[in-house]
């Protein structure tokens, strides 16, 4: 299961209307145009103009990653997307 981590450290489950997840959604998620971040074993995609928009640190997935990252990030599992 997806797990979108919001910038304020909630940990929300999510699962896709279909089999995988659309564009539309995963854009809807991470709000704005998706990027794929770097990551060992996992898919994460986040706001590519997250910085440009000055949001705010996610401080929880920035742990998780090893380096700071802005905004709603969004953790898949293989075959979500």
């Known amino acids: ?8 450290g909630q940990l929300v ?3 896709p209307k279909g089999d995988k997840f659309a564009l539309e959604e995963l854009q809807f998620l991470v ?4 990027e794929m971040l770097p990551a060992k074993g996992a898919k994460v995609l986040a ?3 997250g910085r440009l928009k000055n949001l705010p640190i996610n401080i929880e997935a920035s742990l998780k990653l ?6 709603d990030i969004l953790f898949l599992d293989k075959g979500e997307f």
Request: without cysteine; proline residues 8%.
């Open 1 to 8: 299961m997806a797990v979108l981590i919001t910038s304020n």
């Open 13 to 15: 489950p999510v699962t």
């Open 31 to 34: 709000g704005g145009y998706v």
């Open 47 to 49: 706001d590519e103009d």
């Open 66 to 71: 090893g380096y700071p990252v802005v905004g």
